[in-house]
């Protein structure tokens, strides 16, 4: 479990350089006891710990005439910050201006919000889903416009899938991501497809917004999404969505075969092992 001390050390390492470049930007004037004024007084890691806070806090949008107001900072010193923080991926600007958690602050997240033994018992789970549909089975985050990996539990067959913890994947070509983008708003989905230009990757990807549209309303119906060698020829992969226990949608879980090797109709047969599976993990997050 990552605690707020290892956090404020790597904070701190993260704004040492930044801070010793502009020591000569002021301040702006704070009367005694306003929270500007107890602002000076809080170190580089404290303050960038302010906007961290800040950004995580609810709500869609986070401007920075917001987190200025938020943090008590001066509006250079959070803007300063904020580039910081988006060159570490802690934090992402959106197209309309505002701020949000990047992947590495949502990772993060997910380490904080497990119990001492939460982790393991999250993996054993996904370890017990190996042993019964004997594949390879991810399980991924959203991190903005892609999906990232934060366990891989490896099938025992001698042909290996080409992927590892950390890795990010496109949300319209794969199965994990198929099965976030069905559970977002329309205008979301439309968004997304206007941000990334739907690139192909194989012959068989979705690559206009009305058919991913369509697919997604049809796993919504069915409750699971398929990836039938949209991502990477030879590989067919089925998803489900996983959400936290306030019911919000965080990434997806999803089963991984050799296209040759495991029909579809048998992958399909998976889904209620699969779906059994996910609601286990999201009792544990």
Known sequence: MVH??????????????????????????????????DAAKDNAAQKLLRVLEAV??????????DLVKETGLAKTSVFRLLSELIDSGYVTRRADGSYA????????????????????????????????????????????DF?????????????QIASRVGGQIPLHSTAIGKSILAHLSESEVRSYASRTGLHSRTEYT???????????????????????????????CMAVPVFDTQQHLIGGIGITTIAPLVPREKLESYAPILMTAARDVMTLL
């Open 4 to 37: 707020r001390t290892e956090l404020t050390t790597e904070v701190a390492r993260m704004t040492f350089t930044s801070e010793m470049k502009i020591t000569n930007a002021p301040e702006p004037l704070a009367t005694a006891g306003s929270p500007r004024n």
């Open 56 to 65: 995580s806090n609810p709500g869609d949008a986070h401007r920075l005439s």
């Open 101 to 144: 958690p990047g992947r590495s602050l949502r990772l993060l997240a997910l380490k904080l919000t497990a119990g001492p033994n939460d982790s393991d018992l999250v993996a054993a789970r996904l370890r017990r889903l190996q042993t019964d549909v004997h594949s390879t089975i991810h399980f991924a985050l959203r991190t903005g």
């Open 147 to 159: 999906a990232t990996y934060v366990e891989k539990i490896e099938d025992t067959q001698p042909i």
């Open 206 to 236: 979705i690559t206009n917004v009305a058919d991913l549209l369509a697919d997604g309303a049809l796993v919504r119906n069915r409750g699971f999404s398929i990836d039938d060698q949209e991502n990477e020829e030879h590989i067919r």
